[in-house]
């Protein structure tokens, strides 16, 4: 069974850091796309940054740009998001998402495997 399972979220106050992880299962990520995207209460999901499958195209919202940082780890079948510098404004549930092509977009609709999501809130 193909499964995608985030950790890493929970509570930090603003200005602090959080390192998401997606470990993969079934599946070896080598040939597919990552994306993580996020969606706060009331928005629509929000695309924030993508890791190509070979590692050479990084994407990044231009929200997160400069605070965020994606990458994968092939040996542990696992792709990151640290997360730094957070604000309220980053409070949602974060998605890590897997395609099998070599592109990096951060289109959910080009996605077709999921993770069940982990809660980020940034708070005082």
């Known amino acids: 069974q193909l499964q995608l399972v985030e950790s890493g979220g929970g509570m930090v106050q603003p200005g602090g850091s959080l390192r998401l992880s997606c470990a993969a299962s079934?599946?070896?990520?080598?040939?597919?796309?990552i994306g993580w995207f996020r969606q706060a209460p009331g928005k629509e999901r929000e695309g924030i940054s993508c890791i190509s499958s070979s590692g050479g195209a990084i994407n990044y919202a231009q929200s997160v740009k400069g605070r965020f940082t994606i990458s994968r780890d092939k040996a542990k079948n696992t792709a990151y998001l640290q997360m730094n510098s957070l604000q309220p404004e980053d409070t949602a549930i974060y998605y890590c998402a897997a395609a099998q092509f070599s592109l990096c977009v951060m289109w959910a609709s080009e996605y077709e495997h999921w993770g069940q999501g982990t809660q980020v809130t940034v708070s005082s």
């Open positions: 079934g599946f070896t990520l080598d040939t597919y796309t």
